[in-house]
T-cell receptor
Framework: QKEVEQDPGPLSVPEGAIVSLNCTYSNSAFQYFMWYRQYSRKGPELLMYTYSSGNKEDGRFTAQVDKSSKYISLFIRDSQPSDSATYLCAIVTSGTYKYIFGTGTRLKVLA | KAGVTQTPRYLIKTRGQQVTLSCSPISGHRSVSWYQQTPGQGLQFLFEYFSETQRNKGNFPGRFSGRQFSNSRSEMNVSTLELGDSALYLC???????????????FGPGTRLTVL
């Protein structure tokens, strides 16, 4: 079993839809949770990070962590064609600060 | 501030050859991490260098090695290339100190390696 599992997609949604992207993890020692966005032919860029259970909002993006279920989500409201990219969750162990990434979900927002 | 640069951007090699990839971090950053990205496995951690020392290591065979120079630039070497080594190799730079919330990783555009 992989330490981090991510729904692979691909996911196609109409413009304006609410998008839900999800990951599960197996190790309760994981402490930091991040979401990255990767456009085609580019490296990933950090969207959001959090380290506690609950929700964190940044504009149209909301990151949600449920440590009891070992489940993290990223919600995108009012999705735009410019949101079309691959979204990767990343989980960091405390102490070593080693990053473990999900395989990524490819999202396409249709105009 | 200039971003992370990686050279070359594209590379084609044949099985059995070796290859060296280069990464120049953001000025002032002392940590460089290397990742392999493939469609099936996603982004997998290779190793991290901090102040010229390997600080973390992933689960890759010894054919994958790296080093970091005093100016924080890093190189990654893969010897005896196999078809399965075809991937996008990404490096990420950070200050290397403190928790991830203060220590964001910035990724380069990657080097696309194709092994024939």
């Amino acid at each position: 079993q992989k330490e981090v599992e991510q729904d692979p997609g691909p996911l196609s949604v109409p413009e304006g839809a609410i998008v839900s992207l999800n990951c599960t993890y197996s190790n309760s020692a994981f402490q930091y949770f991040m979401w990255y966005r990767q456009y085609s032919r580019k490296g990933p860029e950090l969207l959001m990070y959090t380290y506690s259970s609950g929700n964190k909002e940044d504009g149209r993006f909301t990151a949600q962590v449920d440590k009891s279920s070992k489940y993290i989500s990223l919600f995108i409201r009012d999705s735009q064609p410019s949101d079309s990219a691959t979204y990767l969750c990343a989980i960091v162990t405390s102490g070593t600060y080693k990053y473990i990434f999900g395989t990524g979900t490819r999202l396409k927002v249709l105009a | 501030k200039a971003g992370v640069t990686q050279t070359p951007r594209y590379l084609i090699k044949t099985r059995g050859q070796q290859v060296t990839l280069s990464c120049s971090p953001i000025s002032g950053h002392r940590s460089v991490s290397w990742y392999q990205q493939t469609p099936g496995q996603g982004l997998q951690f290779l190793f991290e260098y901090f102040s010229e020392t390997q600080r973390n290591k992933g689960n890759f065979p010894g054919r994958f090695s790296g080093r970091q120079f005093s100016n924080s630039r890093s190189e990654m070497n893969v010897s005896t290339l196999e078809l399965g080594d075809s991937a996008l190799y990404l490096c990420a730079s950070s200050s290397g100190q403190g928790a991830p919330s203060y220590n964001e990783q910035f990724f380069g555009p990657g080097t696309r390696l194709t092994v024939l």
